[in-house]
């Protein structure tokens, strides 16, 4: 079955399903695709043993088609998701070659992934009986026109010059950029067109606060409120390395104020030389007084590594910033009063 790689979701939705699938990069796109498929593949029924199938590549292409042959019970149709696999080797994917042409009719198999090698002869012939998708990251012009089509699809109207405020105030990030449509729509109420005033009051402000409250709690060393906060940055999709780059931003404002201090300067000289207010900068000179230069050179070690398994490894964002914050804030202090 030839599929065109538009809006895939909508065919799903609407019923047409194709017999095979392959869906792969960004995040928040795969994950809707897959949630629609168990939706439309299971007709509504939680998952089961009797009709679902979760496997990864290790399965190979014998666990695989032996999943995808299995008759349904109790319902029409099986849904086979295969997590990984980007793991599959050309010769494993060539053996599932005969099934992508003549596919089980009461199957729907589903590989999820990193990554594909379009070049390879199984994608070629995936494409003509079956769907293959590749979501690329947004890029940053590209995203005014993605928050105006997710708009529509959530049915939330958008005055003029409103999806470039988003698109600043949020970023690139696609999972990030739909909750923020979603709890801007909460915030201006229902069937209320969202004006480029309300993105500043909730996004920008809201996101400023947060940053705000996690790098002081990691310089006070308050462990508890740190982590809080950091999870209620990650359910609102903030995104892992920005959250680095705050963090980092704000360990070089404390290295700084601690040399600065050590040299005798006076806390409105400090407040000029670290870009910070005059009325917060006694605060940023009590967290810096905590750090040894050991412990700072130690923080930015963690601060590099947390950014480049961010980027590499497999274990999530949150795993890896927990781990993180955690280090940066060994002694787990009772949270403190707010700045």
């Known amino acids: 079955m030839k599929r065109g790689q538009g809006d895939i979701v909508a065919e799903i ?33 939680e998952v089961s043993d009797f009709n679902f199938d979760g496997l990864d590549a290790s399965a190979g292409a014998d666990g695989i088609l032996s999943a995808a042959r299995t008759v349904p019970m109790l319902g029409r149709r099986r849904l086979v998701q295969v997590r990984d696999a980007h793991q599959l080797g050309a010769e494993e994917l060539n053996k599932l070659l005969d099934y992508v042409r003549d596919p089980a009719p009461f199957t729907c198999l589903l590989f999820v992934a990193d990554k594909a090698d379009l070049r390879l002869k199984f994608f070629t012939e995936l494409k003509k009986h079956g769907v293959v998708q590749r979501y690329d990251p947004l890029k940053e012009r590209q995203v005014p026109g993605w928050v105006a089509d997710e708009a529509r699809r959530q049915k939330v109207k958008l005055r003029p010059g409103a999806a470039e405020r988003i698109a600043d105030a949020v970023g690139t990030d696609m999972g990030q950029l739909s909750s923020a449509l979603e709890r801007l729509s909460l915030y201006v109420g229902p069937g209320k067109a969202i004006r480029g005033e309300d993105v500043d ?25 740190a982590l809080l906060v950091l999870r209620r940055m990650l359910q609102d999709r903030e995104p892992g390395v920005r959250i680095v780059a705050m963090l980092a931003r704000h360990l070089r404002q404390l290295w700084s104020a601690k040399a600065l201090s050590g040299r005798g300067a006076d806390p409105q000289a400090i407040a000029s030389q670290i870009g910070v207010h005059p009325f917060f900068v006694r605060d940023i000179i009590g967290q810096a007084a905590r750090f040894s230069d050991e412990k700072l050179a130690q923080t930015h070690g963690a601060l590099y590594d947390a950014d480049r398994r961010l980027k590499s490894s497999r274990l999530s ?3 890896v910033l927990e781990q993180l914050v955690l280090g940066l804030c060994p002694e787990g202090r009772a949270t403190g009063p707010g700045r």
């Open 13 to 45: 939705e609407a019923g047409k399903l194709a017999p095979v699938y392959y869906v792969c990069g960004e995040r928040f796109p795969v994950e809707r695709v897959v949630a629609a498929l168990r939706r439309a593949a299971l007709e509504g029924q």
């Open 201 to 225: 009051d909730l996004l920008a402000q809201t996101r400023q606060r947060s940053i705000f409250e996690l790098t002081n709690a990691v310089g006070r060393g308050e462990r508890r409120e």
């Open 317 to 319: 964002d949150a795993a």
